[in-house]
């Protein structure tokens, strides 16, 4: 079989650029440790108000013995809840999130916090604050008419003492 030659040139160069881009794409995962969320924690989502954990009462913040914080919320159409929440600054934060209802997301701008809500799942996400003020929780997947006001209020505080 006859291949022109400029053909041939154009399926290595082909070849070769596609080898730079998994190569660098490679590179960049690896180097920065993304990976996939690995957490598996399954929950039955018709029942979260039942019992548990999800409880409207043990919803909220909690402060671990070693000084870090537990965050316990739910999402649900169209809110999160609690749905005002109050954070120290420079803490580390497990924020574990289940979803009542559909799919949700939460993001927080300007922090790390992003994370789909998928329902049947808990979703957790460990970080750390690093600037106080006044922050929006925003639902970032769409999840009926009302996801447009899904959102709720997250303020990092001075930590007490300090
Ligand atoms: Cu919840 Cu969009």
């Given at each position: 079989?006859?291949?022109?030659?400029?053909?041939?040139?154009?399926?290595?160069?082909?070849?070769?650029?596609?080898?730079?881009?998994?190569?660098?794409?490679?590179?960049?995962?690896?180097?920065?440790?993304?990976?996939?969320?690995?957490?598996?924690?399954?929950?039955?989502?018709?029942?979260?108000?039942?019992?548990?954990?999800?409880?409207?009462?043990?919803?909220?913040?909690?402060?671990?013995?070693?000084?870090?914080?537990?965050?316990?919320?739910?999402?649900?159409?169209?809110?999160?809840?609690?749905?005002?929440?109050?954070?120290?600054?420079?803490?580390?934060?497990?924020?574990?999130?289940?979803?009542?209802?559909?799919?949700?997301?939460?993001?927080?701008?300007?922090?790390?916090?992003?994370?789909?809500?998928?329902?049947?799942?808990?979703?957790?996400?460990?970080?750390?604050f690093q600037k106080?003020?006044?922050?929006?929780?925003?639902?970032?997947?769409?999840?009926?008419?009302?996801?447009?006001?899904?959102?709720?209020?997250?303020?990092?505080?001075?930590?007490?003492?300090?």
């Open positions: 079989m006859h291949i022109d030659e400029t053909e041939k040139r154009w399926v290595w160069i082909t070849i070769i650029m596609t080898a730079i881009m998994v190569g660098v794409l490679t590179a960049y995962a690896v180097g920065s440790n993304v990976h996939p969320p690995s957490g598996f924690e399954p929950i039955d989502s018709t029942r979260l108000h039942v019992e548990g954990e999800f409880m409207e009462e043990n919803l909220g913040v909690k402060t671990n013995p070693d000084g870090s914080i537990t965050l316990t919320m739910v999402a649900a159409r169209y809110g999160f809840y609690p749905s005002s929440i109050e954070v120290p600054v420079n803490t580390p934060v497990k924020i574990r999130i289940a979803s009542a209802d559909v799919l949700h997301g939460v993001h927080v701008p300007f922090t790390n916090y992003t994370t789909m809500v998928v329902p049947g799942y808990v979703a957790e996400v460990n970080t750390e106080t003020g006044d922050f929006s929780l925003l639902c970032n997947e769409y999840c009926g008419l009302g996801h447009d006001h899904m959102w709720s209020r997250l303020k990092v505080v001075e930590k007490s003492g300090s």
